[in-house]
Every structure is written in C-alpha cells, then in structure tokens.
C-alpha cells in the first residue's frame, strides 16, 4: 500500500520535465493521476503509459489552465475517470528571460496567464471536486520569488504572486480541511532549461558554485517533496513555501 493508495490526483502541465515527475510519483505511491497536457498530447500519453506500466491508474486530460472553458473540462473528465480528487498539483507554467527593455505586454500576461491566473482559476475548479474530507493543493514556485536574478522580472514577480496566492488560499481553504502549500524549486535539469541554454554553461557553473549540494536538481527531487505534501505525512503543513533547492543561497 502506498502513501497514496485510494486517491485521486490531478497535476497539470504534466506531459515532461517537473510535472512528468509528480505524476510518476504519485501514481507510484498509489494515487490514480490525471496527467493534464496543454499540447504534448505524445508526452502526456507516455507518463500515462509509464503509471499504467507499473500498476497505476491514469489518463491524460488535454486543457489549456489560463481558459475557463478548458479548466472545466479537465474536471469533467477527471470526474468521469475517477470521481473526486483529493490532489491538485498546480505545474503549469512558463517563463523566458531577458533585459527590461525586451518586456511586452504581451509576454507579461503570457507568463501570468499561466503562472498565476491559472492557478487560481484551477484551483477554484478544484473546490467542487474535494472529497469532504478536504485534500491538499500544491502550488510549484521557484527560488527566484524570493532570490533576485537579472533579467527576469516577469517570471519573478509571477512566482512571487504565486506565493502569495499560497499564502491567502491557505487561510481561506484551511476550513474546508484543504492544505495549500508551494515548492519553490531551484535550478533543475529538465527539457527546457537543456533546450533553453541554461544547463551545460556558465549559467549551470554559477548556480552549481553556489549551491552546498553542487549539482542541478533532477526532477524526481522534486517530486518525492511533492508526494510529502499530497501525503498525511503533511496533515499539519499548510501555507508554507518549501525551498527545494540544494541550499542555494
């Protein structure tokens, strides 16, 4: 019997990379997961595929989080799949990095529109869903919301609301018996910082030079704190932000 044995998941943006994790995770400690993709149907399919290879139970629900019509259906269908969800894992999210000068407005409410709009109106979809016994939201942050780094102010500022929304969501949902909690990762190896240039350069030597562990996460370090959350180990842990991150300072 796992940890999770008997409940039901939902993570989004879950097709790779962090989110791809989780649901391996979760599944493997027991939990039947909805594997939410925003357009990698094939990579939502294969974490599907790897659950159910190893005696899990899941299914991949395609919508977009910053469109209410689509979060809807993601709980329609999770619905129809597995009844109600005790786990939302809120993943989803975006990012780019450059000088003030290249900010635009249309990038600002890209990485908004996801990163916290999404969230939000994922969560309030989720309220519906909760068993009565209530559940636990799982909000993925990042370092940089606390730490400053040049040349990410949108990104930054959408993980520090997204703290935020943590913080508040804690206090309002705590009587519903629904815990709200953020991880706030540091720099971890996945497909897009390999694609975007931030592993294998100076980028990775000076976040490496300044974490006590000296490595990059990996995705699954990630998740095992993500199934701690989800778990009743965390039966007492709600509005906090826990730093996963090597120790970088």
């Known amino acids: 019997m796992g940890k999770l044995s008997g409940k039901t998941a939902v993570v989004t943006g879950a097709a790779k990379g ?3 994790a989780i649901a391996r995770a979760l599944g493997s400690e ?10 990698d149907r094939a990579g939502a399919d294969r974490v599907v ?5 190893r005696g899990g139970k899941a299914v991949a629900v395609q919508g977009n989080v910053s469109s209410e019509a689509d979060v809807r259906r993601l709980f329609e269908e999770t619905k129809k799949a597995f009844g109600q969800i005790d786990v939302l894992v809120n993943n989803a ?9 290249e900010v635009t407005g249309a990038e600002f409410h ?10 939000i109106q994922v969560t309030r979809e989720a309220l519906g869903h909760f068993r009565s016994g209530g559940g636990s939201v ?13 040349n990410a102010v949108v990104y930054a500022s959408s993980k520090a609301a997204l703290d935020s929304v943590t913080r508040v969501l804690a206090l309002e949902l705590g009587g519903r018996k629904i815990r709200v909690n953020a991880i706030a990762a540091g720099a971890v190896e996945t497909e897009g910082t390999r694609s975007g240039g931030l592993v294998g350069g100076d980028f990775e030597k000076q976040i490496v030079g300044r974490t006590p562990l000296g490595r990059f996460g990996q995705p699954d370090d990630i998740a095992s704190v993500a199934v701690f959350l989800a778990s009743d180990d965390a039966a007492w842990v709600t ?3 826990l730093e996963v991150s090597g120790g970088h300072r």
């Open 18 to 20: 962090i989110g791809a």
């Open 30 to 39: 027991g939990a039947a997961v909805v594997v939410n993709y925003a357009s």
């Open 49 to 53: 595929g790897e659950i159910s290879e």
């Open 93 to 101: 999210g975006v990012y780019s990095f450059g000088p003030l000068e």
């Open 110 to 119: 890209r990485q908004f529109d996801t990163n916290v709009l999404g969230p």
């Open 138 to 150: 799982i909000n993925l942050s990042s370092i940089v919301s606390e730490r400053a780094f040049p």
């Open 239 to 241: 509005g906090e932000r």
